[in-house]
Nanobody
Framework: QVQLVESGGGLVQAGGSLRLSCAASERAFNYYTMAWFRQAPGKGREFVAAISWSGDSTNYAEFVKGRFTISKDITQKTMYLQMNSLNPEDTAVYYC?????????????????WGQGTQVTVSS
């Protein structure tokens, strides 16, 4: 069974930083592409970043390049999203996703497993 549990969201001022965590079951962590998506109020869910099962490959949405970093910790079986230089437009619920066939994809339909989400609010 694949389980994904996000944590680390909260309220931060513009320009600040947060680190999101996604604790994953062993199967997901070791064999699946994992990704972060986000959904702002009144908007659709959008891709943020993805990391390969090995952790060797990553890709990012253009709007987060240079500000966010996705990574994996083997010992903790946890994926992270380090978010720096946050702005109010980053306010959203952030979701962890995983799938064996996603191949670093940017589309929701490519991921069959999702966490419950964690709220990130950036104040101006």
């Amino acid at each position: 069974q694949v389980q994904l549990v996000e944590s680390g969201g909260g309220l931060v001022q513009a320009g600040g930083s947060l680190r999101l965590s996604c604790a994953a079951s062993e199967r997901a962590f070791n064999y699946y592409t994992m990704a972060w998506f986000r959904q702002a109020p009144g908007k659709g869910r959008e891709f943020v970043a993805a990391i390969s099962w090995s952790g060797d490959s990553t890709n990012y949405a253009e709007f987060v390049k240079g500000r966010f970093t996705i990574s994996k910790d083997i010992t903790q079986k946890t994926m992270y999203l380090q978010m720096n230089s946050l702005n109010p437009e980053d306010t959203a619920v952030y979701y962890c996703a995983a799938d064996s066939l996603a191949a670093m994809g940017h589309e929701q339909y490519q991921y069959n497993y999702w966490g419950q989400g964690t709220q990130v609010t950036v104040s101006s």
